[in-house]
């Protein structure tokens, strides 16, 4: 009885296999497309069929692995069909699923070179299901790989062919690429509808207030009447109408005027009444300022009475990190306040408070984008001995493992005598008769020290034979000086740093230098946090509201996370030759 229902078996499965596959063109072969049958049975034909009903049948199996989530099946299944062996259309099948795999497995680059395959040069000819298919799983691929403008081509591009649901996600998803982009990306574009995309980021970005923000986009809409952005505002924008009819109209700054913190205070107030006074100079209604100093508050309850009476909307402050953490005990708190610290990791806050500072965490998470944007896969560790290495450390540590890098080993840098074998057990530096040799398998190494610390590093490492491996450090290496022997014993250090320090031609920035010449060097970093507190306080309720949104500042890139913690992305420099060298924005 069994032997004779094998065969009816096999027939209805190759039925089922027929009935769902694509009318081909004469060379470009069938496509295939799971049927109702389980992968067990598919992977069973396939040992009885002739080799292209095999292959097919072997593609739907994997799909089906693919689209339950078994990956490690989905990729042996793909691994045992010869590619060569295979139909364009199938080439094109096979290739979409080996990406779609890397990019389970956060594998971008081996994504696009599966999509690179000679055969996508057909994928017009095919199904417009397979071409969408195709096509967002290159866009995915672009987007993971740390390629923003290229990713939102591709949607852009694929756009006329979705509908529906999937219409309205590209649509959303193509804005939070553009949105996404620094201002210096932003520039036209050879196809219309992209051109018109990046034309409604950068308005977007160049507007101060939120007011301003909604009169160019109103504006873009009547020049740009068919554009699809036009036809249907992304989300995101269309809260800001609601956002913007609620403006910002007095501050309570609250920052010590005596003891240890009153130098840093000084550089944050003059640093926030310094963009008050240029949003004033632009025309604009900027919002007004009233001190307080919290070196001689009674309490904060004390405080806000105060503030509340004053009218104010909003607090800026307070500085000291043991106020702050008091903040973040409270439930509530009676007026929306942006703190200029932070208060402990972990500790979950009130709705109304948001915290800003110019985190050294920040900086070690931007290195492990940067080095991972630049190819760099494993790496080694140079940081401070104590309480900040450690705490720079482990977010260096845990944003470069989320990425999928290794870290090989770290050394907490203390007393100079023994850097030298601090290094040499890092890099497992050997001696012998022979040319000694070091461990080969460092792409880099992150580096958190002081400019002092680093020129002692930089010689060490050639020293040790490796002084080749590339160093990717935290602003702290740079002091803001132009002091170019320092300079050249950093020779090839690359580093992150607040556009404040490395746009000196900023308007802003030289006016403040002309009056403070200290805001030119690194005590700059605090005058640019001031300004970026004066331009994130009208902003916070849209950060919160838009999390994919953020404000161009002169402290770094600003977004908002989950915990309602600011965080920066910054830009990056290299020493050469006795110089700063601005690096481009993306990978190298």
């Not at 795999?101 to 040069?121: Q, V």
């Not at 590209?170 to 196809?191: F, G, M, R």
């Not at 403006?247 to 009444?273: H, M, N, S, W, Y």
């Not at 490492?461 to 160093?471: C, E, I, K, N, R």
Request: glycine share 6%; proline share 7%.
């Amino acid at each position: 009885m069994i032997a004779c229902l094998r065969p009816l078996f096999a027939l209805s499965l190759a039925g089922l296999l027929v009935a769902c596959v694509s009318s081909p063109s004469s060379n470009l072969g069938e496509l295939p497309r799971t049927p109702q049958a389980s992968i067990e049975q598919l992977l069973q034909q396939a040992d009885q069929s002739k080799p292209e009903q095999a292959n097919l049948l072997r593609l739907s199996a994997a799909d089906q692995a693919y689209r339950q989530q078994d990956f490690a099946r989905a990729t042996r299944i793909l691994e045992s069909i010869k590619l060569e062996t295979l139909k364009p259309a199938q080439q094109v099948f096979a290739s979409t699923l080996a990406a779609e795999l890397a990019l389970a497995r956060k594998e971008p680059k081996s994504a696009l070179k599966a999509l690179s395959h000679p055969s996508l040069e057909r994928l017009a000819e095919l199904p417009v299901e397979q071409q969408v298919r195709t096509q967002l799983t290159r866009a995915q691929a672009l987007e993971a790989d740390d390629q923003p403008l290229p990713a939102a081509r591709e949607r852009v591009f694929i756009a006329p062919l979705l509908s529906g649901d999937a219409a309205k996600a590209n649509h959303e998803a193509i804005w939070k690429l553009v949105s996404s982009l620094p201002k210096d990306q932003l520039q036209t574009a050879d196809e219309a509808d992209l051109a018109g995309w990046l034309e409604l980021a950068r308005i977007s970005k160049d507007a101060a207030t939120l007011e301003q923000q909604q009169t160019a986009i109103d504006e873009w809409r009547k020049r740009n009447p068919q554009h699809p952005a036009s036809l249907q505002l992304p989300q995101s924008l269309v809260k800001l109408k609601e956002l913007a009819s609620q403006p910002l109209t007095k501050i309570a700054l609250l920052l010590p005027q005596e003891g240890q913190l009153a130098g840093v205070a000084r550089a944050l107030r003059d640093g926030f009444l310094a963009a008050q006074y240029q949003a004033r100079q632009a025309g604009q209604n900027p919002p007004a300022i009233e001190l307080y100093d919290s070196s001689r508050i009674a309490s904060l309850d004390d405080f806000y009475k105060q503030a509340q009476a004053a009218g104010a909307q909003l607090v800026v402050g307070p500085l000291e990190k043991p106020l702050v953490k008091q903040l973040g005990d409270r439930p509530q708190l009676p007026i929306t306040t942006l703190a200029l610290n932070y208060s402990d990791a972990g500790q979950k806050g009130p709705a109304q408070l948001f915290q800003f500072g110019l985190a050294a965490e920040d900086e070690a998470r931007e290195v492990a984008r940067r080095a991972w944007a630049d190819g760099m896969r494993s790496a080694v560790a140079l940081v401070p001995r104590g309480e900040w290495g450690d705490r720079v450390l482990a977010a260096f540590q845990q944003s470069w493992q989320a990425d999928g890098g290794t870290l090989l080993g770290a050394a907490r840098i203390d007393q100079p005598v023994q850097l030298a074998q601090q290094i040499a057990d890092l890099f497992q530096v050997r001696q012998s008769a022979a040319e000694p040799a070091r461990r080969q398998d460092i792409d880099f190494i992150f580096l958190a020290a002081t400019p002092q610390q680093a020129q002692q590093i930089k010689p060490t490492l050639a020293f040790q034979y490796a002084g080749d491996v590339p160093v990717y450090a935290t602003s702290h290496v740079f002091s803001g000086s132009n002091d170019r022997a320092q300079y050249n014993d950093l020779n090839g250090i690359r580093f992150c740093e607040t556009p404040w320090l490395l746009n000196v031609d900023d308007p802003l920035r030289q006016q403040v230098s002309g009056q403070w010449p200290q805001a030119g060097g690194s005590f700059g970093r605090l005058y640019a946090m001031g300004v970026d507190a004066f331009r994130l306080a009208p902003r916070l309720t849209q950060l919160k509201a838009l999390p994919e949104s953020s404000v161009e500042g002169l402290s770094g890139t600003l977004s908002l996370n989950p915990a309602q913690r600011i965080e920066r992305r910054l830009p990056w420099a290299e020493f050469r030759d006795g110089q700063v060298q601005r690096l481009p924005d993306s990978g190298l």
